[in-house]
């Protein structure tokens, strides 16, 4: 069965320091790629997104990602964190197939101490 | 631009007790998402909706779980009757058309189910 791991459940850091959180999954088929996030008291919201093209995706805010096809990879990064960055941020794979699912991983706690 | 509402926000309920949850989609959008969300974990899809026909319910508990979209707009989804493990966030999200994939998927605010 496909799945999607985040590798960090929750991150602390001060504020100005790099964020990197993994994303990996496990199907090897064609894929759309998201990063979704939840502040404090708020929904679920998209934050940036891979469907094709330069591996390397901006979003809001600041942040980026790479995806890294041999590696079924797709890394979130924010080269200097803020205070408002603390949220719940999601990995989430689409399959490309006739499932059309979207299958989320079990999340990452961003915690920034300012 | 309004967003997804869902109703109640939150709600407390004994085990087999039913409940039932709303959601009203981002107006002309066709496809509707349930998600189950348990602490902890990332959403997981109940059941999808293209316009009022059912695309995908392979991971509802059918035993247990309903749910309908009346007139290809609004839907419910019903649990009858709660168990404890049935604690959990109930996400709604909306997409303008069926390979949600291709564009955002607009989630709702939740409702948060307590099961006691």
């Known amino acids: 069965a496909q799945s999607v791991s985040q590798h960090n459940h929750h991150v602390i850091l001060s504020e100005a320091a790099s964020l990197e959180l993994g994303c990996n999954y496990s199907y090897g088929g064609t894929v759309n790629l998201f990063w979704y996030v939840q502040y404090p008291g708020q929904h679920l919201q998209l934050l940036l997104k891979y469907f094709s093209g330069d591996p390397l995706v901006k979003g809001i805010k600041g942040f980026e990602a790479e995806f890294i096809k041999s590696k079924f990879s797709f890394n979130l990064r924010k080269p200097s964190v803020q205070w408002s960055d603390t949220a719940e941020y999601f990995c989430a794979v689409f399959r490309m197939d006739s499932s059309y699912k979207l299958i989320f991983g079990s999340g990452t706690r961003l915690l920034v101490r300012p | 631009e309004a967003g997804v509402a869902q109703s109640p926000r939150y709600k407390i309920i004994e085990k087999r007790q039913s409940v039932a949850f709303w959601c009203n989609p981002i107006s002309g959008h066709a496809t509707l998402y349930w998600y189950q969300q348990i602490l902890g974990q990332g959403p997981k899809l109940l059941i999808q909706f293209q316009n009022n026909g059912v695309v995908d319910d392979s991971q509802l508990p059918k035993d247990r779980f309903s749910a309908e979209r009346l007139k290809g707009v609004d839907s419910t989804l019903k649990i009858q009757p709660a168990k404890l493990e049935d604690s959990a966030v109930y996400l709604c999200?909306?997409?303008?058309?069926?390979?949600?994939?291709?564009?955002?998927?607009?989630f709702g605010p939740g409702t948060r189910l307590t099961v006691l």
């Open positions: 999200a909306s997409s303008p058309d069926r390979s949600g994939g291709y564009n955002e998927q607009f």
